[in-house]
């Protein structure tokens, strides 16, 4: 049968992806660089011709977009399927290719012997250079289909990507960046803790040898889910390599009646010849101008104070006043109303599910503090656990059967909760009254801290079956449904601090809480492994207790608040701690962020090739007019002094003014470089090729420098 194309190219801005559609299924022949029209699809389509190699097969089974069993791929396929017959082996042809411009197209597939349509959607954003890919299985047959496994589009990597960079971490550590060589083999990352997950983030780099911060080839992956996933990147015995992501669904999950279908999760793809810091800028690009709510974008993002860090659960209307007025003082622009507000909340082993305010410890409701906040110039924010419900509450001894359980096996103890069964529309609908009764009662909320605190082990619902699919569908749909009753609320996604950072829940929230460490060391590199995939206006970053509650560790207020200067800030300490002069730095560090918040929540990050010693980066605006540098000693230089620093991302033509902004007080050993450079000229070329000696430091310090272009 002739193809219906031989083949089908989009193209971005700086991208071309081409996908050979001359095989019974679609698969990408080239993704990178954009191609001049110098260069023909014919032309690399005859220069990937490929021979029958030695004890092989005559023709390699192609990595398709959905490599496929019946198709006699022996490696990771891409949909694995199974009814009362032979669907294992699904196999098919195109029927059906929609490109409905350059940067969109649809291939729809038919095994018309198992009555079985697989449809492709690959969108190439044009100006971010994005791309969305998501796979669809519908079921055509008479039968039931049982669905284990329907991965994102496969994607095929060009043979140079010999590295793998992954992201995990455990609780109050995320992010943390790993690399290691792609070899022989599968390598799998999978989660089944019903979230995102502190320890494997559904997201990896591929790039080579040569790759680095400013230079260099790279692809990003990410998959927007928040339930379980499965990753993987497999090098084929023949050279061959693929990238393949997926929602990884429990035994049973999934099962198709006639007509039903399936839709996996969107993958959000990217390719860079500008290094990883090219890679994030694309990934940022497409948060800002595709997944987050216009209307919130376009307010300057407040400066947060969060009451957890300062008084836990030992709440009094009286102290959350005086907090307020402090805090107020100091630059706060939203307070949020932590853990504790509730029905017999007086720890976390009663309460949750029970969503009334306390008349024990707010008599006259939350009115009284709402009202005190708003005449201080604050918004008003309040924190929420749905999903989750105490055996110690009203709810669960009314409604025992409500949660995610398995007959037969004894609920693991996790933080004295359990998990709500959101695949009973009653519960959504408990839920969403509960939490729409406070907002109604208290209009003046305007900011929920949206939380969740433990994994899902028992993820069976009413029927027995295993929920993690509909829990999580269930949960962006309840989200959606509060947000467009309460147009003006917004919505931060927390789950023990990072657990539920991903593109999914993104899409249906304005922040995400990057970690519950506000240790500032652990901070530097949890923004930084973060940063690959998000801007700085949705990392939830605040300034801690002078000695951090997990790690016990004593940071400077120097420290600490140039860490938090760089993201969504936010202070999380009990401000009677401070001294005067905390105060000042604060105050002032506050209105510095508030004077550059523009450039922070929209600046092109450039992540600098840091050493072990410090952590380094900056914020560039469009025209390369403006940019803020920040120094992070993390630990004391080898040598008696410090090297270079040399910025990144200015304009070689440009002359720049240059400045430190923080902190206002040096405390330094002898007189150094500092007091020489500041205020005078430089050109981006010398500042970027030649450098600025670094002064000598105590470790644990942080510098931020200003540049601004004549």
Not at 534 to 561: K, L, N, Q, W, Y
Not at 582 to 603: D, F, M, N, P, V
Not at 645 to 669: C, H, N
């Amino acid at each position: 049968m002739k193809p219906l194309h031989d083949v089908i190219q989009l193209n971005s801005k700086n991208v071309s992806l081409i996908i050979d559609c001359q095989n019974r299924t679609p698969t990408i022949l080239y993704w990178g660089k954009i191609l001049s029209a110098q260069t023909s699809t014919e032309m690399l389509t005859l220069l990937s011709t490929r021979q029958e190699a030695k004890c092989s097969l005559v023709v390699e089974a192609p990595i398709s977009l959905s490599p496929l069993l019946g198709q006699g791929f022996t490696g990771a396929p891409g949909i694995e399927i199974v009814d009362q017959d032979f669907a294992w082996s699904l196999g098919g042809d195109i029927v059906n290719i929609t490109q409905r411009h350059e940067h969109e197209v649809v291939f729809e597939s038919l095994d018309d012997i198992r009555q079985i349509k697989v449809v492709h959607n690959l969108s190439l954003n044009n100006e971010t250079d994005v791309l969305s890919a998501s796979t669809t299985l519908v079921n055509l047959s008479d039968k039931p289909l049982s669905v284990n496994w329907c991965a994102a589009p496969t994607l095929t990597l060009p043979d140079q990507m010999n590295k793998i960079m992954s992201f995990e971490g455990r609780w109050s550590n995320e992010f943390q960046r790993n690399s290691l060589d792609l070899f022989l083999g599968s390598f799998v990352r999978e989660n089944r803790k019903g979230k995102t997950s502190h320890d494997n983030f559904p997201g990896m780099v591929m790039h080579n040898n040569q790759t680095h911060e400013q230079a260099g080839e790279c692809y990003g992956f990410h998959l927007g889910w928040s339930g379980n996933h499965k990753m993987r990147a497999e090098l084929l015995a023949e050279g061959r390599s693929y990238v393949q992501l997926g929602e990884l669904l429990l035994p049973g999950e999934v099962v198709l009646q006639p007509q039903q279908s399936y839709k996996s999760p969107t993958l959000y793809a990217a390719f860079s010849d500008q290094g990883f810091s090219g890679l994030s800028h694309c990934f940022h690009q497409y948060v800002r101008r595709e997944l987050l709510s216009a209307k919130h974008s376009q307010k300057p993002r407040p400066v947060h104070y969060n009451t957890w860090e300062g008084i836990y659960f030992d709440h009094d209307v009286e102290t959350l006043k005086q907090l307020a007025d402090k805090v107020a003082g100091l630059g706060a622009e939203r307070f949020v109303l932590d853990d504790g507000w509730f029905k017999g909340r007086r720890g976390d082993f009663a309460g949750l599910g029970d969503w009334v305010v306390d008349k024990e410890i707010y008599p006259q409701g939350l009115t009284p503090l709402i009202e005190h906040v708003n005449e201080k110039g604050m918004e008003f924010g309040l924190w929420f656990e749905p999903e989750m419900v105490n055996p110690d509450s009203d709810l669960y001894r009314s409604h025992p059967d409500w949660i995610l359980a398995t007959a037969g096996n004894e609920q693991l103890i996790f933080r004295n909760q359990l998990v709500l069964d959101l695949t009973r529309t009653e519960v959504v609908e408990y839920l969403f009254n509960a939490i729409d009764d406070v907002l109604s009662e208290y209009p003046k909320i305007k900011y929920i801290k949206w939380d969740m605190n433990r994994d899902i082990n028992h993820a069976g619902n009413a029927l027995g079956k295993p929920a993690i699919h509909q829990q999580t569908h269930a949960l962006y749909q309840l989200i959606d449904r509060l947000k467009e009753k309460h147009t003006d609320v917004e919505i931060e996604s927390c789950s023990s601090g990072g657990a539920r950072v991903d593109y999914g829940i993104l899409a249906h929230t304005d922040r995400v809480w990057t970690s519950d460490s506000n240790d500032a060391l652990d901070r530097l590199s949890i923004q930084q492994g973060c940063s690959f995939f998000f801007p700085a206006e949705v990392m939830g970053a605040h300034v801690g207790p002078r000695d951090c509650h997990i790690t016990g560790r004593h940071i400077s207020m120097e420290m600490r608040a140039a860490v938090a200067f760089f993201g969504h800030m936010g202070l999380e300490m009990d401000p009677r701690e401070l001294t005067d002069k905390e105060c000042e730095q604060l105050t002032t560090i506050i209105a510095l962020h508030k004077k550059h918040r523009k450039l922070i929540h929209s600046g092109e990050l450039v992540r600098l090739n840091s050493t072990t010693d410090s952590i380094d980066f900056g914020l560039i605006n469009d025209d390369k007019t403006q940019a803020l540098f920040a120094y992070n000693s993390v630990t004391e230089t080898k040598r008696t002094t410090p090297p270079k620093f040399r910025f990144a991302g200015l304009a070689l033509d440009k002359v720049y003014k240059l400045s430190l902004i923080w902190p206002t007080q040096l405390k330094e050993y002898s007189p150094s470089i500092l007091s020489k450079i500041q205020g005078q000229e430089f050109s981006g070329e010398a500042l970027m090729n030649f450098g600025m000696q670094l002064p000598v430091l105590f470790p644990q310090s942080s510098l931020i420098f200003e540049l601004k272009a004549n």
